[in-house]
């Protein structure tokens, strides 16, 4: 029995940052609870479930005890892994590293490059989820390391989606960048075609961990683009926690150096 616990932390406190949790019971993982902040998924540990439909959900500094805690009472055992969507490393920095130039150079042509993380942004937040993990007893993986043994992964969902959905390049859900990607389309065309690439997330996970507590809404009922990014949040959440089972099957790769590394699926890496 093991447990993994999924993070896409946002960049900073004033955004939410979506958290899942798998467990696996008798060689099969479940998929036990995802929540779209961190404070939602507190909320879940203590038996009060998540209202999706809620006009908006805050944004709060990481509490990494409190969040291993409630991980452990909804998992009925500790954490094993940790799998977060956030630049991280042993060292300080304040620019691009090389861990982000190798998954640009890797994943540029299919739309997947990194993003350029800086002194703010996550900064100082980074810095805290990774010390505070570490402290905890998952130290920053950017190697092989013993099987079974806690860690600390940093992923990318954009090149893990490659693997999971089997596409060639960049999945176009990022509500964010939804008028890059269809630029000719109003706005409830873009919420439809968004949906359907969430659905597609969703149908995969579905297929790897059985259901999954997260009820995408009918194109119709969503008024605007923003409330559709509590669903982005917790996708993601899950794609980085399905990264991790990834791992434990030796099915991903490190890129990066010894400071920093973004584990990826290896089927995905076409250079060795």
């Not at 944004?59 to 940790?82: F, H, Y």
């Not at 669903?231 to 099957?249: I, K, M, P, R, S």
Request: proline share 9%; hydrophobic share 45%; aromatic share 6%.
């Amino acid at each position: 029995m093991r447990a993994i616990l999924g993070i896409d932390a946002a960049w900073t406190q004033t955004e939410p940052s979506g958290v899942a949790l798998l467990v696996e019971r008798e060689r099969r993982w479940r998929c036990v609870a995802v929540a779209p902040s961190y404070s939602e998924f507190l909320a879940q540990s203590d038996g009060r479930p998540t209202n999706w439909m809620a006009q908006s959900f805050s944004g709060t500094a990481p509490d990494v005890p409190r969040l291993l805690r409630a991980a452990e009472t909804l998992a009925g055992k500790p954490v094993d892994l940790v799998t977060l969507d956030m630049p991280v490393a042993t060292v300080s920095f304040s620019s691009r590293r090389a861990a982000d130039d190798a998954i640009s150079k890797e994943f540029g042509s299919r739309w997947c490059s990194a993003h350029t993380p800086n002194a703010t942004r996550p900064g100082p937040l980074g810095a805290l989820l990774s010390r505070e993990l570490s402290a905890a007893g998952f130290p920053l993986a950017t190697a092989r390391h013993p099987q079974g043994a806690p860690a600390l992964l940093e992923v990318y969902p954009h090149p893990a989606l490659l693997s999971l959905l089997m596409r060639d390049r960049r999945v176009p859900y990022k509500v964010s960048k939804s008028g890059k990607y269809w630029p000719k389309l109003d706005v409830p065309a873009r919420i439809a075609a968004l949906l359907a690439e969430f659905s597609a997330i969703h149908t995969a996970l579905s297929g790897a961990f059985g259901p999954i507590p997260i009820h995408l809404p009918a194109p119709q009922t969503v008024e605007t683009l923003a409330r559709l990014k509590r669903y982005e949040d917790a996708l993601d959440a899950l794609v980085c926690a399905w990264v991790g089972v990834e791992h434990l099957n030796d099915r991903t790769v490190p890129l990066g150096d010894s400071t920093a590394a973004i584990w990826c699926p290896s089927d995905v890496i076409r250079v060795s």
